[in-house]
């Protein structure tokens, strides 16, 4: 299969349906975090599908228990400690805002986290600043993996 080299998806999209930039400061935590959970939940999507043809219920019972909340707040816990100053005041911001929505079956705490997580995904997103957005988001599913080899 042959890959395109230099090829930006986003400038791409942007350009091709005539897209406006936008100061990604005047975005609400909640906009970041809408985009930033999808952008993840790609991500998540693309990790599961690379183990191999499985069943679309598997698959989406692996993706579930990493998306969901607590999953997030895990990974926020020991993201928090790598994030530069302006990255942990989007997070902060992302974390602290007022959802419309409650939290199903997730604690107050694990719910604005995981908010917040995904704010900070989202900023990285439309920033376009898609290696730390990755390396971020792998220091977080490396300590899951680390506190489910502890657990076991």
């Known amino acids: 299969m042959e890959k395109s080299v230099g090829f930006d998806f986003v400038s791409y999209m942007n350009e091709l349906f005539q897209m406006e930039e936008v100061d990604i400061r005047e975005y609400s935590p909640?906009?970041?975090a809408y985009i930033g959970d999808c952008i993840?939940?790609?991500v998540i999507?693309?990790?599961v599908i690379n183990d191999g043809n499985k069943q679309v219920n598997k698959l989406h019972q692996e993706t579930s228990r990493l998306v969901q909340a607590s999953a997030q707040s895990l990974m926020m816990r020991t993201m928090q400690e790598?994030?530069?100053e302006e990255e942990h005041a989007v997070y902060k911001r992302g974390r602290n805002a007022k959802s419309v929505s409650p939290a199903k079956n997730q604690s107050i705490?694990?719910?604005r986290r995981a908010t917040g997580f995904e704010a900070?995904?989202?900023?990285l997103y439309l920033k376009k600043d898609y290696k730390?957005?990755?390396d971020l988001v792998k220091i977080g599913l490396d300590s899951?993996?680390?506190g489910r080899t502890e657990a076991k």
């Not at 900070?120 to 900023?123: A, D, E, H, V």
């Open 132 to 134: 730390r957005l990755l």
């Open 109 to 111: 705490t694990d719910y």
């Open 120 to 123: 900070l995904l989202g900023y």
């Open 30 to 32: 909640l906009t970041l």
């Open 82 to 84: 790598h994030l530069t």
């Open 45 to 47: 999507k693309s990790l």
């Open 144 to 146: 899951l993996d680390n």
């Open 40 to 42: 993840f939940d790609l």
